[in-house]
């Protein structure tokens, strides 16, 4: 399957801080992206759609002032915690979408602010 | 009503045995059907993906998808330890074309 390389797996910040998180297609280009959101016991719920080259469609409850979602390139999308606060603690898991329409998805990164 | 029901678990069965995991749904725009296999602390891995209604077979693993009852499963034939894991149920109108709407995961564990 193709590869999805989501960096860093862990970070740890202080509240009000900001954190970027890095969500690369390894061995494809992807022009659509996916961040999700998981709590603890809870189910990956879609957070927003990225496509390159033009604004993220954030679902509705998402704030895209404080979430903030660039796909610059056809490997590359990252999301920005701005002003991160504990209640923003989580885990957020990218997928890139293939030519085939599947979804494959980043190791994800576990946030935990202070 | 959520859109996505999956039971929570844990399931614990011993090792040779077949295991039946399941899903219901609500949206009757669903026509594309995922399972994914999650080891804790990382991202989901796709075991299986299908359209509409059928069956699909890969090696241990058969996914079964029944439409008229908004119902879908994932059967694994010859469990093995290393099945241990959550899988995932997950689905969409477009494939992976949209963001994919999941179940909670159910939480398998293969006792040897």
């Known amino acids: 399957g193709a590869v999805v390389s989501q960096h860093p797996s862990r970070v740890i910040c202080k509240s009000g801080t900001s954190v970027k998180i890095e969500c690369r297609s390894l061995d494809f280009q992807a022009t659509t992206m996916f961040w999700y959101r998981q709590f603890p016991k809870k189910s990956l719920m879609l957070m927003a759609t990225s496509n390159e080259g033009s604004k993220a469609t954030y679902e509705q409850g998402v704030e895209k002032d404080k979430f903030l979602i660039n796909h610059a390139s056809l490997t590359l999308s990252t999301l920005t915690v701005t002003s991160a606060h504990p209640e923003d603690s989580s885990f957020y898991i990218c997928?890139?979408?293939?030519?085939?329409?599947?979804?494959?998805f980043g190791a994800g990164t576990r946030l935990s602010v202070l | 009503q959520k859109e996505v029901e999956q039971d929570p678990g844990p399931l614990s069965v011993p090792e040779g045995a077949i295991v039946s995991l399941n899903c219901t749904y609500s949206n009757s725009a669903f026509q594309y059907f995922m399972w994914y296999r999650q080891y804790s602390r990382k991202g989901p891995e796709l075991l299986m993906y299908?359209?509409?209604?059928g069956n699909k077979e890969d090696g241990r693993f058969t996914a079964q998808v029944d439409k008229s009852s908004k119902y879908i499963s994932l059967f694994i034939r010859d469990s093995q330890p290393s099945d241990s894991a959550t899988y995932l149920c997950a689905m969409s109108a477009r494939g992976g074309a949209d963001g994919l709407t999941f179940g909670k995961g159910t939480h398998l564990i293969i006792q040897p």
């Open positions: 299908t359209y509409s209604s």
């Open positions: 997928s890139a979408r293939t030519s085939l329409n599947i979804q494959y």
